[in-house]
């Protein structure tokens, strides 16, 4: 398959998957959404577990950028200084999710909601931007990092406003939230890799998935346990946990051209 055809398969996915999505009608936020199944208030933390939980994701952010830090002048980690960005983003983004996702959970609600998919829209695009980077070269990446993350950016921002018109549309966050998640298949499959490692994007996505599994058994779980853990409250610390494999992917990678070839 000639590299004209790959693209064009690329492509097409995308092309397919965002005329599915804009195929349906305005998706607003379900009100239920925010009627978690523990409610457990202790040391005056309501939605203790749901709100600590997130604490992973500010341990990830932490040890990754400390990670970058120690990585950066190696000279096999990374063909350019330039691509240092997509995990300076990659890990502010998860700190900064972790703030968010506690504020919300904190208080439920849309108003607190969009500071929880704000940082998570960032880390989404900036994920996307890193894999392009290694199968569809450097300066691609590079040059689509600015405009995906604006894009993740605006498709929250987009949703918040039409929920205040009364018309919430989810449809554009969705299409941030998957695309990249369909796409990556495509991408690992059909082109060659710029850096080792790369079974990590796979880890990445699955476990990813495990937790959205685990989002929506939320009372399931909770019950089945006998309270002890919600199906959200997991569905945050598989989801931190999954950002871990980009700190050792960051730590254990290395390029597989000659650099400033």
């Given at each position: 398959m000639n590299s004209k055809t790959r693209m064009g398969v690329l492509l097409g996915v995308a092309a397919l998957f965002t005329l599915a999505v804009f195929s349906f009608p305005p998706l607003a936020q379900d009100p239920d959404y925010h009627n978690f199944a523990d409610h457990i208030r202790f040391l005056g933390i309501p939605n203790f577990a749901d709100v600590i939980s997130n604490l992973v994701f500010g341990v990830v952010g932490v040890m990754g950028l400390a990670a970058l830090k120690?990585?950066?002048?190696?000279?096999?980690?990374?063909?350019?200084?330039?691509?240092?960005?997509?995990?300076v983003l990659i890990f502010t983004g998860a700190f900064l999710t972790g703030l968010g996702s506690a504020?919300?959970?904190?208080?439920?609600?849309?108003?607190?909601?969009?500071?929880?998919?704000?940082?998570m829209a960032i880390v989404f695009m900036a994920v996307f931007a890193l894999i392009l980077a290694d199968r569809l070269g450097i300066e691609l990446g590079l040059l689509a990092l600015g405009p995906l993350v604006f894009l993740g950016l605006v498709s929250v921002l987009y949703w918040d406003h039409t929920e205040t018109l009364g018309q919430g549309?989810?449809?554009?966050?969705?299409?941030?939230?998957?695309?990249?998640i369909l796409l990556l298949p495509v991408l690992l499959v059909l082109f060659p890799a710029r850096y080792s490692k790369s079974i990590c994007f796979v880890k990445l996505v699955g476990w990813y998935l495990v937790a959205k599994i685990f989002e929506q058994l939320d009372a399931w779980v909770f019950t089945g346990t006998a309270g002890m853990v919600s199906g959200h409250t997991l569905k945050h610390l598989v989801a931190g946990t999954a950002l871990?494999?980009?700190?050792?992917?960051?730590?254990?990678r290395r390029c597989l051209r000659p650099v400033g070839g």
């Open positions: 120690r990585v950066a002048m190696h000279e096999q980690t990374f063909y350019r200084p330039q691509e240092t960005i997509f995990f504020y919300y959970h904190w208080a439920p609600g849309d108003a607190t909601l969009l500071w929880d998919r704000l940082p549309d989810l449809r554009p966050y969705i299409l941030v939230q998957f695309l990249p871990f494999f980009l700190v050792s992917y960051l730590e254990e």
